[in-house]
């Protein structure tokens, strides 16, 4: 997560902010100096997001970090080019059929990934999207009525069936699933 990245801050059921990190970052150290709990959220996967709320709020801000990738150890390939060399396991039969391709192993082997990503990116949109609003479920309703049966309804994918169960869930808590779980329910659905 980048300071340029997107979250939502939670103080219990109730939705204290959403937006760039560095702006909910400084909700979440006001609610916490008043001693709320806080759980912050990614908005994009929905994984927590740890801050460090100690100090002034400039101190907080200072310690937002600023690119998503630390900088990688430099090794074999093309670094300026995004290339890291890695190791790959195949067999025999595998590696004989991939040099005879024209352009060789590795030309082969980026041309076949790309392939194989262009035809799952609807199941990977779907899936990464169910995975988001499940795991802020689990977080934040997974002991509220309803959570398994919704769960259930998210995964079938049923959104009249999550908009009723999720119907009884506080309002923020309620609001955010459902807009996590819209992406899902959009995504392509073809296996």
């Known amino acids: 997560m980048t300071t340029d990245s997107t979250c939502t801050a939670f103080q219990g059921?109730?939705?204290?902010?959403?937006?760039?990190?560095?702006e909910v970052a400084l909700a979440a150290k006001?609610?916490?100096d008043r001693g709320d709990a806080i759980l912050v959220f990614d908005d994009?996967?929905?994984?927590?997001?740890?801050l460090d709320l100690r100090g002034s709020e400039a101190e907080v801000l200072a310690r937002l970090p600023a690119s998503a990738e630390p900088?990688?150890?430099?090794?074999?390939?093309r670094p300026k080019l995004g290339v890291v060399a890695r190791e790959v396991t195949l067999l025999p039969r595998h590696w004989d059929w991939l040099a005879g391709q024209p352009g060789g192993a590795s030309v082969t082997l980026r041309r076949l990934v790309e392939e194989a990503r262009r035809a799952g990116e609807g199941r990977d949109r779907l899936r990464q999207a169910q995975e988001a609003a499940y795991r802020f479920m689990a977080a934040m309703a997974g002991d509220r009525p309803g959570f398994e049966?919704?769960?259930?309804?998210?995964?079938?994918?049923?959104?009249?069936r999550f908009a009723a169960l999720t119907e009884a869930w506080p309002d923020d808590?309620?609001?955010?699933?459902?807009?996590?779980?819209?992406?899902?329910f959009d995504a392509p659905h073809s296996a």
């Open 44 to 50: 994009a996967t929905s994984r927590p997001v740890e």
């Open 13 to 22: 059921a109730r939705r204290i902010a959403s937006g760039p990190l560095a």
């Open 30 to 32: 006001r609610a916490a």
């Open 149 to 160: 049966e919704a769960a259930r309804a998210l995964f079938a994918p049923d959104r009249d």
């Open 173 to 184: 808590i309620r609001d955010h699933a459902r807009r996590l779980a819209a992406a899902a």
């Open 71 to 77: 900088d990688a150890p430099r090794g074999p390939g």
